[in-house]
């Protein structure tokens, strides 16, 4: 099996990360000895980094990089996206919202596929955040062709050629829809797979907020227009 790098992108989520990483080594090495654990620490406010330190002593796979201020989900991701080593890359939240020994429902895909994404089947949100989910994946659908089924899916699996050959400037909330929207202009193959997902027991979200609405839909916006000029160019 080739290694894996896993990516969590954190913000104030100190009750969370504990139960994910041990989650997460026990589901990894079934299938690797050869990966490694990296926790984005976006500026948190609470005690995610001192928890991740702990952590770190615990589980030598685990490493923690750190904004000395919030940057968002996106910026999150590109930054612990750069800090992978291993050949296959794969990233989810460090909320606790998915079940990661589903991870071994991806792996089998990642020899015939580029990336293997999930899906929330079904998502376990309160409706007004599945319903901005709604309009959020008809806009970009509208805007760029068929993109996912969940585009947001924090739960994803990809090669690391991927990452070295697909460059998204995105670092809010629109990091996955163009991450997906360029990789599939560039030909890549794309594997969506039914994930479980699973309720949110303690942190706050902050997806619904609406400066991270407001610097999404700016975001998209400015990534069209970006495409229409290399297109023309």
């Known amino acids: 099996m080739r290694g894996i790098s896993v990516v969590l992108p954190a913000y104030n989520e100190e009750e969370n990360v504990p139960k994910t990483v041990a989650a997460i080594v026990g589901a990894v090495e079934k299938s690797t000895t050869d990966y490694e654990v990296i926790i984005v620490d976006d500026g948190s406010r609470d005690r995610t980094a001192e928890v991740t330190r702990e952590l770190a002593r615990k589980y030598p796979a ?136 699973l309720p949110r027991l303690a942190g706050n979200p902050t997806g619904a907020r609406l400066s991270v609405i407001l610097r999404a839909f700016r975001e998209l916006i400015r990534f069209r227009l970006k495409l229409n000029e290399e297109q023309k160019g």
């Open 62 to 197: 685990v490493r923690l990089v750190q904004h000395p201020a919030n940057r968002g989900y996106g910026g999150a991701l590109a930054t612990g996206f750069a800090a992978a080593t291993k050949e296959l890359v794969f990233f989810t939240d460090a909320d606790n919202q998915f079940d990661v020994t589903e991870i071994s429902k991806l792996l089998p895909y990642i020899g015939e596929f580029d990336m293997v994404i999930g899906y929330r089947a079904p998502r376990v949100d309160p409706f007004i955040r599945k319903l901005n989910a709604f309009g959020w994946k008809l806009l970009t659908n509208l805007l760029f062709g068929y993109t996912a089924r969940d585009i947001d899916c924090a739960f994803k699996l990809f090669k690391r050629s991927v990452l070295d050959n697909v460059e998204v400037e995105s670092r809010g909330a629109t990091f996955s829809a163009e991450l997906l929207v360029r990789a599939r202009r560039k030909g890549y193959r794309i594997k969506e797979v039914p994930v479980k997902h």
